[in-house]
Every structure is written in structure tokens, then in C-alpha cells.
């Protein structure tokens, strides 16, 4: 056996953890149960990203947007 003992994994201050939180949701304006893409607000930096969730993965052509 050995005597090392195991130290534990560094962890990030609280500060620079960045969490991102849904803000906006696009929404197929046929069908209103399909989302094609959410916008994140990050709770550091206030930056804004989208993901979308469409087939190629780029904007689609028509969305309605439904806000938080």
C-alpha cells in the first residue's frame, strides 16, 4: 500500500464560473412545440450566444421568438 495520500481536484473560484441561462426561445411558427434555437445570458460577462437546433445548424429561415 502506499502512503500517498490523494490531494483534491482544483476547483475554480466562484467568480469564473459562467453559466449560461435560456433567456429567449425560437419557436417553429407552425408548429409552436418545436424549438429551433435558445439564446443564453451568461451570468459573468452578460454575453449572449445562440444554439441552434435546426437540421444544419445555422439560423432558420422563419422563428417566432418567446422571451423569459
Given amino acids: 500500500?502506499?502512503?500517498?495520500?490523494?490531494?483534491?481536484p482544483p476547483s475554480l473560484p466562484h467568480q469564473a464560473?459562467?453559466?449560461g441561462l435560456p433567456?429567449?426561445?425560437?419557436l417553429d411558427p407552425h408548429d409552436?412545440?418545436?424549438?429551433?434555437?435558445?439564446?443564453y445570458e451568461f451570468s459573468q460577462s452578460k454575453e449572449r450566444k445562440i444554439?441552434?437546433?435546426?437540421?444544419?445548424?445555422?439560423?432558420a429561415k422563419?422563428?417566432?421568438v418567446v422571451r423569459e
Fill in 32 to 39: 409552436q412545440k418545436v424549438v429551433l434555437g435558445v439564446v
Fill in 62 to 64: 422563419s422563428f417566432k
Fill in 51 to 59: 444554439v441552434w437546433y435546426t437540421a444544419n445548424k445555422r439560423r
Fill in 23 to 26: 433567456v429567449e426561445w425560437m
Fill in 1 to 8: 500500500m502506499s502512503d500517498e495520500k490523494k490531494s483534491a
Fill in 17 to 19: 464560473i459562467d453559466i
